[in-house]
């Protein structure tokens, strides 16, 4: 097991920034890792429009992407926000996919991040009656969830 | 500002020992010279600079709490 919790207080510490890890929560399905920080100084963990938790999140990505075998995509995460909105967007799928079945067309979602189109098709991806499909530019890229038999 | 951008650069090479972090004070700004390995050089810019703006990003969130303009170079 990587030691990311311990590589990211290093990181806050020699920034200067009063942040910490709090807890991992992996959501093994979809491979996915959520690391919740806390702290003081979440506005500049965050920055402007998350450009600095982003940039972080792209850092540990790619240092601990490095060896293959336990692969999993970090999430770096404040108060919990993604993975509310991890659970907030698998209601969302489940709920559209239905309604693409029963009126027997396609149902075109709003534009979304990366992160939240992937949520989706992770979603549906065993879903018999389903399939989704990305459209469009970024950033206005947009899942449709399509009924198999239509 | 120096070692973090040094730990930061040293995660993402091959060739850690060879990363070093100059650092020319100004009276409002602090520019960072990092060097790395020639084959590294890569590695701390990415695909289209995605790393390197990363790593602009971390570093001047840091300068803000010290109240400077902090610049970034790669230098080869």
């Known amino acids: ?150 | 500002m120096k070692e973090l951008l040094e730990t930061l650069a040293k995660a993402l090479v091959d060739k850690p020992e060879e990363v070093n972090v100059s650092v020319v004070e100004g009276d409002k700004s602090v520019i960072l010279q990092l060097h790395v390995a020639q084959d590294d050089i890569g590695k701390v810019i990415g695909k289209q600079g995605r790393i390197a703006k990363a790593l602009r990003v971390i570093v001047k969130a840091s300068a803000t709490k010290s109240g400077k303009k902090a610049i970034v170079e790669i230098v080869d």
Do not use: C, W
Request: charged fraction near 30%.
């Open chain 1, 1 to 150: 097991m990587l030691d990311i919790s311990g590589t990211l207080d290093k990181i806050f510490e020699e920034m200067g920034i009063n942040a910490k890890v709090k807890s991992i929560n992996s959501v093994d399905k979809d491979n996915l890792m959520f690391v919740n920080i806390d702290g003081e100084d979440m506005g500049l963990i965050i920055g402007n429009r998350g450009q600095t938790l982003n940039a972080l999140q792209l850092i540990i990505n790619i240092i601990f992407g490095k060896n293959p075998e336990e692969r999993k995509q970090v999430i770096l995460d404040v108060d919990e926000y993604k993975q509310k909105k991890r659970q907030k967007l698998e209601d969302l799928a489940e709920k559209m996919a239905k309604e693409a079945v029963e009126k027997n067309k396609p149902v075109v979602l709003r534009p979304m991040s990366s992160f939240e189109r992937k949520i989706i098709h992770l979603t549906l991806q065993n879903n018999e009656a389903v399939e989704t499909i990305s459209s469009g530019e970024e950033p206005f890229r947009k899942v449709s969830i399509i009924p198999k038999n239509m």
